[in-house]
């Protein structure tokens, strides 16, 4: 069964802090994985897309890692800002079906100054 | 350039209620969806659409229908709303289909229903 399982589901650090969201999945066959970040009352906004041949990527103080062997991802966000609480998704896409996206339920990240 | 726009924001039906949720994109997107979002689930598909006049079934179409006249509007009804469709819900666009392209979201809109 295709599943993507995230943790912590949620979060709290104090602001300038580093910290790391993690994300499992069982998709397959594997097409890409996806970080997304939803501010409250907002739609998911992209962060980082991933190929199976990419280990790390990153966006500013986002950085995504995947292996692909594990089927583990992680999002590391450094210098935390307050900016950057939100829920964090794990979107993983399969290469076959009509529906082949998977979504994570989210890491809720709050940071307190 | 607004991206993916949703209307309206929210919305309070009562049960048995029908209405209509507007999304529209101007990014000239072949593909678009429509998600629901509950507490503690991960993003569900209702429906898609691969192109305009095309709309397909997602994981829960149950209880919707939809359809896409224009390519640049996607719309969502309820034709007899209950309390299980409460929910927010995000219409999305991409370039290319579900596997490869990038997902961009309208801001959502919070159904009740009573």
């Known amino acids: 069964k295709n599943q993507v399982e995230q943790s912590p589901q949620s979060l709290i650090i104090l602001e300038g802090k580093n910290c790391t969201l993690q994300?499992?999945?069982?998709?397959?066959?594997?097409?890409?994985l996806r970080w997304y970040k939803q501010d409250t009352g907002r739609g998911p906004v992209s962060l980082t897309i991933?190929?199976?041949?990419?280990n790390t990527k990153s966006n500013g103080r986002y950085t995504a890692t995947l292996d692909a062997d594990t089927k583990q991802s992680s999002l590391h966000i450094t210098a935390s800002q307050l900016s950057d609480s939100a829920s964090y998704i794990c979107v993983v896409s399969s290469q076959t079906g009509a529906n082949n996206l998977f979504f994570g339920t989210g890491t809720r990240l709050t940071v307190i100054p | 350039n607004a991206g993916v726009t949703q209307t309206p924001k929210f919305r309070v039906l009562k049960t048995g209620q029908s209405m209509t949720l507007l999304c529209a994109q101007d990014m000239n997107h072949e593909y678009m969806y429509w998600y629901r979002q509950d507490p503690g689930m991960g993003l569900r598909l209702i429906h898609y659409?691969?192109?305009?006049?095309?709309?397909a079934k997602g994981e829960v179409p149950d209880g919707y229908n939809v359809s896409r006249l224009k390519k640049q509007n996607f719309l969502l009804g309820l034709e007899s709303a209950a309390p299980s469709q409460t929910s927010v819900y995000f219409c999305?666009?991409?370039?290319?289909?579900?596997?490869?392209?990038?997902?961009?979201f309208g801001e959502g809109s919070r159904l009740t229903v009573l």
């Open positions: 999305a666009s991409s370039y290319q289909g579900l596997s490869t392209g990038e997902l961009f």
């Open positions: 991933m190929t199976f041949s990419e």
């Open positions: 659409s691969v192109g305009e006049g095309t709309t």
């Open positions: 994300c499992n999945y069982t998709v397959s066959p594997f097409s890409n």
